[in-house]
């Protein structure tokens, strides 16, 4: 019974290059959320994904972020010429919407990005 | 999404109840009302949620006015553990209009219990 997992767990990196973050939600779960986390910061809602697809990307800050999932399973969040901005922890959420839906989200343990 | 009104700060003695209260006025009928917590460092956690009924589970108790505009999370005997970051959230279930059941979270309430 594993839950969200998330790798890498610590990033660093230098500003201008791109980074990939991944995510493997719980098996089954068709819902797929990422989120990031400034330095004492609330969470920020990135990305959601039903199956493969994204109806709702309001949340990405620029173009510069991207996000896939396939086979309804895994996703990696991308972000290109990284900024120091971009410094947050990334966190990555799934939770099974058919059926009774408990609201529940299964959160991972966060990727933390470093960008120097 | 309703949005919902936290203190920002509260302190419990251990081993006594924690009241975190949380206003939401502007509840739709259909907006179900979310706790959640974060401790140091870690992913958020899921504690409970209701509709307009009080519950309870082996975490925690959700006590919901009868208009629906507030709730009050009850954890009856605080430890040190319970330090975290908690969050009140309204969101209707996914499916209808267009929902994603993405949760937003606001600033929520960091619970520090003392020894």
């Known amino acids: 019974g594993a839950g969200v997992s998330q790798s890498p767990s610590n990033k660093v990196t230098e500003k201008g290059k791109d980074v990939e973050l991944r995510c493997d939600p719980i098996?089954?779960?068709?819902?797929l959320y990422w989120y990031r986390q400034s330095l004492g910061q609330g969470l920020e809602f990135l990305i959601y994904f039903q199956g493969n697809s994204a109806p709702d990307k309001s949340g990405l800050p620029s173009d510069r972020f991207s996000a896939e999932r396939t086979g309804g399973s895994v996703s990696t969040l991308t972000i290109q010429r990284t900024q120091q901005e971009d410094s947050a922890v990334y966190l990555c959420a799934s939770s099974q919407q058919y059926g009774l839906d408990t609201g529940e989200l299964f959160f991972g343990e966060g990727s933390r990005l470093t960008v120097l | 999404d309703a949005k919902t009104t936290q203190p920002p700060s509260m302190d419990c003695a251990e081993g006594r109840a924690a009241n975190l209260p949380c206003n939401h006025s502007?509840?739709?009928?259909?907006?179900?009302v979310y706790w959640y917590r974060q401790i140091h460092s870690q992913g958020p956690q899921y504690i409970i949620h209701?509709?307009?009924n009080n519950e309870t589970n082996e975490m925690a108790s959700l006590i919901i006015t009868e208009d629906r505009k507030s709730s009050t999370l009850i954890l009856p005997h605080a430890t040190l553990r319970d330090t975290a970051v908690y969050y009140c959230?309204?969101?209707?279930?996914?499916?209808?209009?267009?929902?994603?059941?993405?949760?937003?979270f606001g600033q929520g309430t960091t619970l520090q219990v003392k020894p």
């Open positions: 502007t509840i739709s009928g259909n907006e179900y």
């Open positions: 209701g509709l307009k």
């Open positions: 098996s089954g779960h068709t819902a």
């Open positions: 959230i309204v969101r209707a279930p996914p499916g209808g209009s267009g929902n994603t059941g993405k949760l937003i």
